[in-house]
């Protein structure tokens, strides 16, 4: 990275509306699959995630990225009940739950967060249950009027904890019974935490211990295969003993869920019955020093050791050049004896094209090339052949081993990645997602130096690739809390690339998992400082659009464009864009035109209204809105369900015929006999023959 260099143009106009358009095609470039190589998703808990690719550029199943902000969606509960194995002390907990307030104490990957879940909703008989991010100050929170049953807190800092007095938990507690609800807060167990909620809060917490590996076995098992003519075949073509032997080594919820994941794939054909062993994580931390040990003296191994565990899944060309790249860049810092040695043997000419194959390379490390598969882009479809690792999670595992204890190569992993080129998004997204990775596992207050040095370039790539980075990190709760104070403080600096990088951070999973912070950020950002920078209103309008992209974020969404666009300057004309984008989508992708034409017939005044006259009487949204409209009109000619929204849609314009809604108007009545055209023609005859417009607000 070079922040001394020339600064590049900013991103195109048209940059949030091909991001936007893309995530309607299944190609979120903001979203990663990360480390897991199996085809379903294994996170800490119970649940299991189902995803059909997992290849780069995939998006994020929307029950993926866990809220820790706002309403829980009853999808994510529904998953997490789905299977769920109740661990013994959930008895306890539903007692405990009487009091208002339930403290969970235990480790993360316990499954802490899905027995929270099922805790609440079995308590309250209800899926009205919201998220409270974990730096919240619970001496000053107040219930307020959210109409939530529970609430979960999933990860409170232990500084936070140690705050809490017994009076502001008593008050807590009385607030929670005027609203009927229940509040479970979820903890990592310490010496201080449990001194404190004994000595001083008088609570006595519930441990939340994992519950037996064979019952979470069991619970999943019946789950995913419920026909025993399914289940029982598979189970008896195992190898001789292997589940007792697997369970006795009493793997964690996640690591069941992974052994679920595997067995399913064998009774659907994916994989072998005898191969199962070499696929699970459990030994991934374990074989991580060997793999590492068995190629370190050759540079070339190690190079496409590490380019593997960053770009899993991907092509194995990507995976070779970016292997190369590190080769590059580490300039003999992988060789382990000094390029002047002269060897004691002699070696073959490394120009020779017969060297080592492919295969043969890739055995040295473990891996192999997957079945050739065709992916589709925005414009074309493409074949690859993805690279993986034999078990998963092992580049998870490597990489973590390499960054804890090696200090100089987790120096050489980030100036690799942070050169990774912006012209390439997919790689550029996943180096951003594994410099998050690494800021998780590093500690002291320099943990997101190499994300804030690549925010602060002058490169729009590297500003994406920190906020990529912003968002992976900010899956910590710790360091959630340190990206939340940089980015209130970028959003409203002078540096451009600071204020972009806060907006685009938006866009990511700590948007989508913080989506009110995320509107006050994005509104801050682009009203903060009036200098009209084009950058700024596209990374603002590029977030906004991310966020709509997610169907349980839109009402909420909705109402923060209102109120934006109402005032004049650049958070109106910011709305006023992102809402013509949003109509063009909704023109040609039938997922969004359902939502909008369900949104526009709905009530007497949906808020879309309002948006689309605002955008329509916007100057700089304007050609975008009206072109988009016209293409609604057009297609609502052969689609029953568009059309009685176009007509609703004319009907409510028709009191405001002036500037962009007269232009409009003009438009449709010419487009007779398509839908809105005939109470276009009305509402133009009715004007004309006054002269003057008909009442109504801009």
Not at 557 to 568: E, F, I, K, M, T
Request: net charge neutral; hydrophobic share 45%; charged share 25%.
């Amino acid at each position: 990275m070079n922040p001394s260099a020339p600064a590049a143009p900013p991103p195109p106009t048209d940059e949030a509306s091909t991001a936007f358009t893309q995530h309607f095609h299944n190609i979120n470039i903001w979203d990663n699959q990360g480390f897991v190589s199996l085809a379903g998703m294994v996170r800490g808990g119970q649940h299991l995630h189902s995803d059909v690719d997992g290849g780069p550029g995939a998006p994020l199943p929307a029950d993926a990225v866990e809220r820790r902000e706002g309403d829980i969606s009853a999808e994510q509960t529904a998953a997490a009940m789905s299977g769920f194995a109740e661990p013994d002390w959930f008895g306890e907990a539903l007692e405990k739950a009487r009091s208002r307030v339930v403290f969970l104490v235990g480790a993360p990957g316990s499954g802490r967060r899905t027995a929270a879940l099922n805790l609440l909703q079995r308590h309250t008989g209800s899926f009205a249950l919201r998220a409270i991010d974990s730096d919240v100050e619970l001496a000053t929170w107040t219930v307020g009027e959210t109409g939530a049953r529970g609430y979960l807190i999933d990860g409170l800092l232990e500084p936070r904890t140690l705050a809490l007095t017994s009076i502001a938990l008593d008050n807590l507690r009385r607030q929670l019974d005027r609203a009927e609800a229940c509040l479970v807060i979820v903890i990592r167990q310490t010496p201080q935490v449990l001194a404190h909620l004994k000595g001083v809060l008088h609570v006595d917490p519930v441990r939340a211990t994992p519950p037996p590996a064979r019952a979470v076995l069991d619970a999943k098992l019946i789950t995913a295969l419920p026909a025993p003519e399914r289940r029982e075949p598979v189970l008896a073509a195992l190898p001789a003993g292997f589940l007792d032997e697997t369970l006795q080594r009493e793997p964690g919820p996640s690591q069941v869920v992974e052994l679920v994941s595997e067995i399913v794939r064998i009774a659907d054909g994916t994989t072998e019955a005898a191969a199962i062993g070499r696929h699970l994580s459990l030994h991934a931390a374990d074989r991580a020093p060997q793999l590492l040990r068995s190629v370190r003296d050759s540079p070339d191994d190690l190079a496409l050791l590490l380019a593997t565990c960053v770009f899993e899944h991907f092509d194995h060309t990507v995976v070779e050049e970016e292997a190369r790249r590190l080769l590059e860049v580490a300039a003999g810092r992988l060789d382990a004896a000094p390029p002047e040695a002269a060897p004691a043997t002699p070696v073959e000419n490394p120009g020779f094209v017969f060297l080592r194959s492919r295969r043969e390379r890739l055995a040295a490390i473990e891996a192999d090339r997957g079945p050739r598969e065709v992916r589709a882009a925005s414009t074309h479809s493409y074949a690859v052949e993805p690279v993986a690792f034999t078990r998963h999670l092992q580049g998870r595992a490597v990489l973590d081993l390499v960054w804890r204890e090696h200090r100089d190569a987790g120096a050489l992993l980030v100036q690799w990645l942070q050169q990774t080129s912006s012209a390439h998004r997919p790689r550029a997204d996943r180096a951003g997602f594994i410099l998050g990775r690494l800021a998780q596992w590093s500690s002291g207050d320099g943990a997101l130096a190499p994300i804030e040095q690549l925010a602060s370039s002058s490169r729009p790539g590297d500003w994406r690739m920190a906020a990529r980075a912003f968002g992976s990190a900010s899956a910590d709760p710790v360091l959630a809390t340190a990206v939340k104070n940089r980015l209130r403080g970028w959003s409203r600096a002078a540096s451009e690339s600071l204020r972009c990088t806060a907006a685009l951070t938006c866009a990511t999973e700590f948007g989508l998992a913080r989506p009110e912070v995320a509107l006050a950020l994005l509104h801050t950002t682009v009203t903060a400082r009036d200098d009209g920078s084009d950058a700024v209103e596209s990374a603002v309008r590029r977030a906004l659009l991310s966020l709509f992209a997610e169907p349980a974020l839109r009402p909420r969404v909705v109402d923060a464009l209102v109120q934006w666009s109402r005032p004049a300057g650049a958070a109106r004309r910011t709305a006023c864009a992102a809402v013509a984008q949003l109509l063009k989508t909704a023109a040609t992708v039938r997922e969004a035109g359902e939502w909008w034409s369900a949104h526009l017939l709905s009530g007497d005044a949906p808020p879309g209204t309002e948006l689309i006259r605002s955008a329509l009487m916007e100057p700089t949204s304007f050609d975008n809105a009206r072109a988009a409209l016209l293409e609604w009109q057009r297609r609502a000619a052969t689609d029953p369900r568009r059309g009685p929204a176009v007509e609703r849609l004319m009907e409510a314009l028709a009191p405001h015929l002036r500037g962009g809604v007269l232009r409009l108007f003009t438009d449709f009545e010419r487009a007779v006999p398509a839908p809105g055209a005939e109470r276009a023609s009305l509402a133009l005859a009715q004007w004309r023959g006054t002269g003057t417009p008909q009442r109504g607000h801009a």
